[in-house]
């Protein structure tokens, strides 16, 4: 069953300390365009990490010149690119996150400019949400938002530009939000959870290895340990850029792991966010300067 309530009377009004964990491997002029677009929020995470799955040196270098300009807390969490491990890598941004609530962007999906505010204004105790997205076409791609800002003036291309999710191309006056208890449209690429729930499920499962179902086994997960799924429309969106289709020959590999968890009730992995929680634990201490608005 879905239920529908309103987001504004029910989010917190102090708002919890806000990590924001970008997800990226060898795309540096997307990411380059989502870090512009995360310096131009309305509202500014605490901190940005950004997960990176061993991308070259042009991607440190777009890092490490965006980093320097910035006043909030950014961490390169870098490792060896040994194929898609997206799981591991988001993992080991988890455990070095300071903040109290995490949101996952994808390194190839621009945040609209209210994105991060929006997060903030729907964060519920007890609920993980997912946002939505609209996908752009490989010609419109190229140039949207070069500098990361999305301009009034795309409106009247926006529409041509669209591959799916057109609904979404503009932020609703008030959002649309539901209870949900299915897994279809669990996507990684816009999502928000507290850090204390992910501690609780470990984390991503690192039996996923290749693309697909990561998301939906870690959702399944936090629903069977009582955390609900909030969805939320109009609000909190991101425009994804283009790319070629990943390799999906561990597809259904992967279902299986799904299954498994399905049939079990899991609520919890075994290879998780375990593995890196004592390794960051042994690190110096790194103190988080809360930010305000931008």
Request: glycine letters at 8%.
């Amino acid at each position: 069953m879905k239920h529908f309530f309103s987001a504004i009377s029910q989010g917190p009004t102090a708002g919890p300390r806000m990590s924001v964990v970008v997800n990226t491997y060898e795309q540096p002029e997307y990411l380059r365009r989502v870090l512009l677009s995360l310096e131009t929020q309305l509202i500014a995470g605490d901190e940005i990490l950004i997960a990176d799955d061993g991308s070259g040196n042009s991607t440190r270098e777009i890092v490490n010149a965006w980093k320097a300009r910035q006043s909030l807390r950014v961490e390169h969490v870098w490792e060896e690119h040994r194929g898609f491990r997206r799981s591991r890598i988001l993992n080991a941004a988890i455990a070095r996150a300071q903040g109290d609530y995490l949101i996952f962007l994808d390194g190839d999906s621009v945040p609209h400019p209210k994105f991060i505010a929006d997060h903030r204004r729907v964060a519920r105790k007890g609920y993980y949400i997912q946002g939505h997205r609209v996908c752009f076409t490989q010609s419109f791609s190229r140039d949207f938002a070069s500098d990361g800002k999305v301009r009034n003036q795309w409106r009247a291309r926006f529409w041509k530009g669209v591959e799916s999710g057109g609904k979404f191309l503009f932020r609703w006056p008030v959002p649309v939000l539901r209870r949900r208890t299915d897994l279809r449209g669990v996507r990684g690429c816009n999502l928000a959870i507290w850090r204390a729930d992910l501690i609780r499920v470990n984390g991503y499962n690192e039996e996923f290895v290749g693309w697909g179902r990561e998301d939906s086994e870690l959702a399944l997960r936090l629903m069977n340990s009582g955390v609900q799924w909030l969805d939320v429309r109009g609000w909190a969106v991101c425009y994804h850029l283009w790319h070629p289709p990943a390799d999906r020959s561990q597809l259904d590999k992967n279902i299986e792991h799904l299954d498994t968890a399905l049939a079990r009730k899991s609520t919890a992995c075994e290879k998780g966010l375990n593995l890196h929680l004592a390794e960051n634990a042994a690190r110096p201490p790194r103190n988080l300067v809360a930010k305000g608005s931008v």
